[in-house]
Structures are given as structure tokens and as C-alpha cells.
């Protein structure tokens, strides 16, 4: 049989790391929310990583402030790039019909 996997919300994730901090025993409360000890851990490990910026959903990608900002900078940049391009050839075909 093939196994179900089950989505939990943003909330749902945010308050179950809170909870596992408050509590002594991780696997109690685990069993408790209906989610396995391991993942758990794995929200909490992720919330460390990336504070407020856990959990994107929807395959958006996971990114510290820093990431980020180099994200947006290098795409920046590849937009400078293409339109320096695109101005180098519209230049090489004016010259060449002016001749």
C-alpha cells in the first residue's frame, strides 16, 4: 500500500516547534499532535536555521535575510547583463547599415 503523506500548515508547524521547547518530552508531545518524533525535531532544527522564514510552503525556497538579498542581487544582475547584450547587438547592426 502506498502511504498518505500529510501536509501541516505554517501555524501548525510554528506551534508545534513552540510546544516541543516548553515540553520535556518530545516524543510524548509527538504522539500527542499525531506526528512522528523525527519530524519534530526536523521542524526545529528548521526553525533554528531560519527563524521566521520556516516553513515557505508551496516549494518556495527557504532563505536566511543574507540569501536573500543575494538572490535578488543576482538576478539583478542577470537582467544588467542581458540588456548590456541585447544593446551590443542592436549597436553592431546599426553600424553596419549606416555603411
Not at 499525531?34 to 526553525?47: D, H, I, N, S
Not at 544582475?77 to 547584450?85: I, P, V
Request: glycine share 8%.
Amino acid at each position: 500500500m502506498k502511504e498518505v503523506c500529510k501536509i501541516y500548515d505554517k501555524a501548525f508547524k510554528d506551534k508545534a516547534v513552540q510546544l516541543s521547547y516548553d515540553r520535556t518530552n518530545v516524543s510524548e508531545l509527538a504522539r500527542e499532535l499525531g506526528v512522528t518524533a523525527p519530524q519534530l525535531y526536523k521542524w526545529r532544527k528548521e526553525f533554528e536555521e531560519f527563524g521566521e522564514g520556516s516553513f515557505p510552503g508551496k516549494g518556495n525556497l527557504k532563505l536566511t535575510p543574507e540569501q536573500e538579498k543575494i538572490y535578488e542581487l543576482e538576478k539583478r544582475l542577470k537582467d544588467a547583463e542581458l540588456e548590456r547584450d541585447i544593446l551590443k547587438k542592436a549597436i553592431g547592426i546599426f553600424s553596419k547599415s549606416g555603411r
